[in-house]
């Protein structure tokens, strides 16, 4: 890298100089190179695709990365030694898929190559630092992070069944919808889309219940996170918007 220091002193530069030190700052500026950010957090589960010789998707743990050089993913656990041995190849191209929550919800993906597979002490898979990391936006709302405590409510009434309550918390939150987040025992549990309510409480009104649809859902190691769309109208978000000091305006 070059670097260029700038010392006022008391010295009179010709035009060929001046011309000289314009063009060792753009060299220093261009050779720099731009490094894409990687934001996700060791433990998160990234999404991987594998062509050739045959298509495989894996679901894998990251471990860890560092910038600019590698990304190290736990790889898959099987029974049989063989399995994945021709996908899981120096030098084969997979393409990683991820998504990260937050106040606008993003999706990643990148294309990139395997560079080395480790066996001990465990398995890794570690990829080469992409090139180019594209990311796509999930909603058209932003929405504002919050840490609530809440609770989804399945009505009774409505299905048939004995009334089911989730306590967990809202991690962010608009007029259009939220996430929800509480905890499963077992990293195979999800939710069905259904009409449900969102319960909150209020330190002066008491319960709130927002009528609401859950639209996804995944687990991540017993952590299950809930997308919620709230119906169109109902007044009840307004207030709970308000209760948390957040602007409607703003969103």
């Known amino acids: 890298m070059l670097i260029i220091f700038s010392l006022y002193i008391n010295l009179t530069f010709t035009n060929e100089d001046k011309e000289v030190m314009s063009v060792l700052a753009s060299l220093a500026s261009s ?3 731009k ?3 990687f934001k996700l957090h060791p433990g998160k589960s990234i999404d991987i695709e594998i062509i050739h010789p045959v298509k495989v998707r894996l679901k ?3 471990i860890g990365y560092e910038l600019g050089k590698y990304i190290i993913m736990k790889s898959p656990v099987t029974n049989k030694s063989t399995s994945y041995q021709d996908v899981l190849v120096e030098g084969n191209v997979v393409i990683a898929r991820y998504i990260l929550e937050g106040e606008h919800g993003e999706c990643f993906a990148f294309r990139s ?3 080395h597979i480790t066996q001990y002490p465990e398995s890794f898979l570690i990829l080469n630092y992409p090139i180019k990391i594209e990311s796509r936006q999930l909603r058209l709302q932003q929405r504002i992070v919050t840490h609530l405590p809440a609770s989804v409510v399945v009505d009774a009434n409505k299905e048939g069944l004995q009334a089911i309550r989730l306590n967990g918390i809202i991690t962010d939150i608009s007029t259009k ?5 509480f905890k499963a ?3 195979e549990i999800t939710v069905k889309k259904r009409d449900i309510f969102v319960s909150v409480q209020h330190p002066t009104t ?3 219940k927002i009528p609401a649809r859950i639209c996804n859902s995944s687990n991540d ?14 007044k009840q978000v307004s207030n709970l918007l308000e209760h948390l000091f957040i602007n409607e305006s703003l969103l």
């Open 31 to 33: 050779t720099v190179p």
């Open 35 to 37: 490094v894409n950010l």
């Open 60 to 62: 894998l743990p990251l």
């Open 113 to 115: 190559t395997i560079k």
């Open 177 to 181: 919808g939220c996430g929800f987040l």
């Open 185 to 187: 025992d077992n990293s």
């Open 206 to 208: 008491g319960e709130i």
């Open 221 to 234: 190691q017993g952590n299950v996170s809930v997308g919620i769309q709230f119906f169109d109208g109902d």
